[in-house]
């Protein structure tokens, strides 16, 4: 993912609402959100990296939630291992996010630069990891208190002019639904929107202007570098009876599959959904 907004506990009728973009290479293989099994028999629901083999943002029908961000530098460090293995972790095992962390602060200079937000219904527990934070490249983690938080390529909250509009997008719309199809409408229009900030907003990475401008979108779509947003997603988990970590959670997840080589920007866009609920 590379622009995320969500809500934690912001709403007893929507206790998590997750809207995200991934941006990747339009090269690179991908298997659309389904279910699928580690190696180990653990299932997952998620889209899949078929290259590396990890996720993006995924969920266990246990109820562990994770996705993830890249951290955007200039001239990053050489980083053996693919980022998206650390959603796959998560998913995989049943330890809580300090004994997580623990166990990664020991080889996490093996990834590159990343934003991993860990969850779990059952406990109802999320926290913020990353090796770039304003601690510098040692690893970073923050429990999170109800609220509505964003993500792109920078720490946690970071206002980047993309980020913020989706965040407002998703505060005006947990204040303003009725029902769940109001709520999503205006996510997926923000997550579609191919606005480019004013110059004088760009944040500078490092990266040449053209590619902070290209960036700069809600929706990216940078043909010159056949790079832009590959698929959206939206996940709401609704809370049946009693909300909390021991009521009734229905999670209903869509994901947008956009082909950048329509002739019309987003004919033909692939929807796949998963619903899963727990006590």
Not at 159 to 168: D, G, H
Not at 174 to 187: C, I
Request: proline share 6%.
């Amino acid at each position: 993912m590379c622009l995320i907004a969500f809500a934690i506990g912001a709403s007893t009728r929507w206790p998590l609402v997750v809207a995200a973009n991934r941006d990747e290479f339009l090269s690179r293989p991908t298997q659309p959100l389904g279910r699928w099994q580690t190696d180990a028999g653990q299932d997952i629901i998620s889209g899949r990296d078929l290259r590396a083999g990890g996720t993006w943002m995924g969920l266990t029908p246990g109820g562990r939630v994770a996705f993830l961000t890249n951290v955007r530098e200039a001239n990053p460090p050489a980083a053996p291992r693919s980022r998206g293995e650390l959603v796959t972790r998560w998913l995989a095992q049943s330890g809580d996010a300090a004994a997580f962390a623990t166990a990664l602060a020991q080889g996490g200079a093996v990834y590159g630069g990343f934003n991993l937000v860990l969850g779990d219904f059952q406990s109802n527990a999320w926290t913020w990891l990353s090796n770039r934070s304003a601690t510098g490249s040692a690893l970073h983690m923050q429990a999170l208190a109800p609220g509505v938080y964003g993500l792109s390529n920078a720490a946690l909250n970071t206002p980047w002019p993309k980020t913020t509009a989706l965040q407002n997008a998703l505060r005006a719309s947990l204040q303003a639904a009725s029902d769940p199809e109001a709520l999503q409408a205006p996510l997926w229009a923000a997550l579609g929107s191919r606005e480019r900030a004013p110059r004088e907003h760009l944040p500078a990475t490092g990266v040449p202007l053209a590619f902070e401008d290209a960036l700069s979108s809600a929706f990216v779509d940078f043909p010159e570098h056949a790079y832009g947003t590959r698929s959206s997603t939206v996940l709401l988990a609704s809370a049946q009876g009693r909300s909390g970590a021991a009521g009734h959670w229905e999670v209903q997840l869509e994901e947008r599959t956009h082909p950048h080589e329509a002739p019309v920007a987003g004919a033909d866009v692939q929807r796949s959904h998963a619903v899963l609920s727990w006590q």
